[in-house]
């Protein structure tokens, strides 16, 4: 199994290529049905996110394992204007899109690990991860 | 990518069968507004029973298209969305409050008739 894969989010139908590439990697995995919508929906954010604010980026994709989990890690990278107040942005309810999108606290809440880099000017890397229960 | 719409007496039904992108459910939107315009249709049962993932801004479009339409005057249902997408919004945050749901096409033409009083 390629363990190693990405998208590059360029136009609106690279959220569908990208959300339908996470599905068929987390039912490999073996993840249920639950965290397959989970996942999928979380990477359906993230890529409208690139989409929407950066303009382009790239979902990444990796099949993880520790001794005695397994997991599916997402990375989600763009070279955009990166994220000014990032207390905010993790806030409930926050939206710069006018309701487009749960936002990032959403997507934090689908999944089991989450972490973000961001800078003004330079972008933002979001890094992801669930484990399979 | 186009939806079919189908007419049943006063009623629209839709059961979306394949995978939304943003276009499609946009497309969607309006083809809908546009059928409930020319047949004078009353009510809408939009099923969505086999639609596996259902983002913030599917959810969004589905949610507006409830309300757009009963501007119009027509009611909407949404029927059979799948336990793990109802877990899935949640989560998310999002709530569809308003939205008027039923477990399968079949109570969805039910809720329909009742709200109509007939």
């Given amino acids: 199994m390629n363990s190693l894969s990405y998208v590059s989010i360029m136009k609106e139908w690279d959220i ?118 | 990518m186009r939806i079919p719409i189908l007419k049943l007496h006063n009623y629209l039904l839709i059961s979306i069968q394949t995978e939304l992108d943003d276009q499609t459910a946009i497309n969607f939107q309006e083809d809908l507004l546009r059928e409930i315009h020319t047949t004078e249709a009353t009510g809408v049962v939009i099923d969505l029973t086999s639609v596996e993932v259902i983002d913030s801004f599917i959810a969004k479009v589905l949610g507006d298209v409830v309300s757009m339409s009963d501007l119009m005057g027509a009611k909407v249902v949404l029927t059979g969305i799948q336990p793990a997408v109802a877990m899935t919004l949640i989560e998310l945050g999002i709530h569809l409050q308003n939205v008027p749901t039923a477990l399968d096409l079949e109570q969805g033409l039910l809720k329909l008739h009742q709200e109509m009083g007939e």
């Fill in chain 1, 16 to 133: 569908v290529a990208a959300r339908q590439m996470g599905r068929e990697l987390s039912k490999q995995i073996g993840f249920g049905t639950v965290d397959q919508a989970r996942i999928t929906t979380a990477i359906s954010e993230l890529a409208r996110n690139i989409y929407l604010y950066a303009g382009e980026g790239q979902i990444c994709f990796e099949a993880i394992k520790t001794l005695d989990q397994k997991g599916i890690l997402i990375i989600a990278k763009d070279n955009g204007p990166g994220i000014k107040d990032l207390s905010q942005v993790m806030e409930d309810g926050y939206s710069t899109s006018g309701g487009l999108g749960a936002g990032l606290p959403g997507v934090r809440r689908l999944m089991d690990e989450f972490d973000i880099e961001t800078e003004v000017g330079k972008g933002t890397k979001i890094s992801t991860k669930k484990w399979v229960r």
